[in-house]
């Protein structure tokens, strides 16, 4: 079947312009997930979704990133006046259910192909 | 806050040896998962443990969990080439609700496996 996807695949930005990560989770699933990946940091959460409200938005780096999901389905991670330091890349994941109880497979989280950002 | 070391952070290994890789982790830990990472690709799911010292096994790997040395390892057994790559371990934390890290994943650092022939 489908599995996550994310759109674009590449993205090239100039420093002070704004951009959108797209998300498309596993149908069905209504858990969603923001990391981001960089040589320097490594894995980061950003930010959680049940449905279409975010519970968790800890890892969050700062007021320019923001999510949303829309129909606890599609979501879009918006990065205003990118900096040289947002780049990285950026995955989205989705689970079945945020927890997971004797059912092991529930609350396993299964990651796109991500995007990768540079900032000029 | 939750913290997740693995240890090695890299790893040559030649084919048909063994090897553990560790991951420690901070907190109690609702679950604990194995991911797989290839270059220039995203995360697979290798394994999920419980809490209850589970240990799975999927053809030359083995997962475990001690819950109270907070301590997961990944065991290699006879690797092949086709296992190199970039193994992270990632801890869930307790999920009880109204906890910050409840959904979220904290990963350690990735040990870079490459395996000579």
């Known amino acids: 079947g489908a599995g996550v996807s994310q759109s674009p695949s590449n993205k090239v930005t100039e420093k002070g312009k704004d951009v959108e990560l797209r998300c498309d989770p596993i149908s069905g699933h209504t858990a969603l997930y923001w990391y981001r990946q960089s040589l320097g940091q490594g894995l980061e959460f950003l930010i959680y979704f049940q449905g279409n409200s975010a519970p968790d938005k800890s890892g969050l780096p700062s007021d320019r990133f923001s999510a949303e999901r829309t129909g606890g389905s599609v979501s879009t991670l918006t990065i205003q006046r990118t900096q040289q330091e947002d780049s990285a890349v950026y995955l989205c994941?989705?689970?079945?259910?945020?927890?997971?109880?004797?059912?092991?497979?529930?609350?396993?989280?299964?990651f796109g192909p991500g995007t990768r950002l540079t900032v000029l | 806050e939750l913290k997740v070391e693995q240890n090695p952070l890299f790893l040559s290994m030649q084919e048909g040896k063994n090897y553990t890789i560790y991951c420690n982790y901070s907190t109690t830990s609702d679950r604990l998962y194995w991911y797989r990472q290839d270059p220039g690709k995203s995360l697979e799911s290798l394994f999920v443990l419980l809490s209850n010292g589970a240990v799975k096994q999927e053809g030359r790997l083995m997962a475990s969990l001690d819950t109270k040395a907070r301590l997961s390892t990944l065991h290699i057994t006879a690797a092949v080439h086709d296992l190199s790559a970039t193994y992270f371990c990632a801890d869930k934390g307790p999920s009880n609700a109204g906890g910050t890290s409840y959904g979220k994943l904290t990963f350690g650092q990735g040990t870079i496996l490459t395996v000579h022939p």
């Open positions: 994941a989705s689970s079945l259910r945020s927890t997971g109880g004797i059912d092991l497979g529930t609350d396993t989280q299964y």
